[in-house]
């Protein structure tokens, strides 16, 4: 079984640029949801994808969005990037049944660095 | 006030002494209870599970939860070194809510000297 894998690991960037950071769900899974770390802080929830459709936002701008594939691996884009944007950003996938959503297990994450 | 509070530390401890963490929440919703731990740069990784109110035990591990209080604990017997890491309270309503996103704490960061 393959676990939750994201690329890049790491990524430097520099204000007003856009990126793109992608994750693969792990093996049987059916639904992405991605978090934004800060230092010292817990994952803030930011969308979650289910059938290639964004199932649930969290208090992120428009400029943070994201797309879902058909293989349920999924990307997150940011645009017009800010200091403040500098995190490690976190996917989960679980499997969602009916209405549910199941454990999310996290991957390792794409710390990405805005100068 | 926010929904989920968790006390950062750090927290230092003995290998060996009995470690307890816990989080506080005010979301009377809240039904689904779990603990991730974090390593340094590293994505979070499960360790329990809980649903509603209840005990529950894996090894070394127990999961508590009181919902009359909007109160959770994690208690660690034997601990580590290998233990330290930061630990993360999170919780979620049941479906029909918030799709199923998660709600963190700030983590607590635990240190286990040998």
């Known amino acids: 079984e393959t676990g939750v894998t994201q690329s890049p690991t790491h990524l430097i960037k520099t204000r007003g640029q856009q990126v793109t950071l992608r994750c693969s769900s792990q093996?049987?899974?059916?639904?992405v949801s991605w978090y934004q770390q800060a230092l010292g802080q817990g994952p803030q929830f930011i969308f979650q994808?289910?059938?290639?459709?964004?199932?649930g936002r969290g208090n992120f701008p428009p400029r943070f969005s994201g797309l879902q594939f058909p293989n349920y691996s999924s990307e997150l884009n940011v645009n017009a990037l800010e200091l403040d944007d500098s995190a490690l950003y976190l996917c989960?996938?679980?499997?969602?049944?009916?209405?549910?959503?199941?454990?999310?297990?996290f991957g390792p994450g794409t710390r990405l660095t805005v100068l | 006030q926010k929904e989920v509070e968790q006390d950062p530390g750090p927290l230092s401890v003995p290998e060996g002494a009995i470690v307890s963490l816990n989080c506080t929440y005010s979301?009377?919703?809240?039904?689904?209870f779990m603990w991730y731990r974090q390593y340094s740069r590293k994505g979070p990784e499960l360790l329990m599970y809980?649903?509603?109110?209840g005990n529950k035990e894996d090894g070394r591990f127990t999961a508590q939860v009181d919902k009359s209080s909007k109160y959770i604990s994690l208690f660690i017997r034997d601990s580590q070194p290998s233990d330290s890491a930061t630990y993360l309270c999170?919780?979620?309503?049941?479906?029909?809510?918030?799709?199923?996103?998660?709600?963190f704490g700030k983590g607590t960061k635990l240190s286990v000297k040998p």
């Open positions: 989960a996938s679980s499997l969602k049944v009916q209405r549910d959503t199941d454990t999310q297990y």
């Open positions: 999170a919780m979620r309503v049941n479906y029909g809510g918030s799709q199923g996103n998660l709600i």
């Open positions: 809980t649903y509603s109110s």
């Open positions: 994808y289910y059938r290639e459709e964004e199932n």
């Open positions: 979301n009377s919703a809240f039904q689904y």
């Open positions: 093996s049987g899974h059916n639904t």
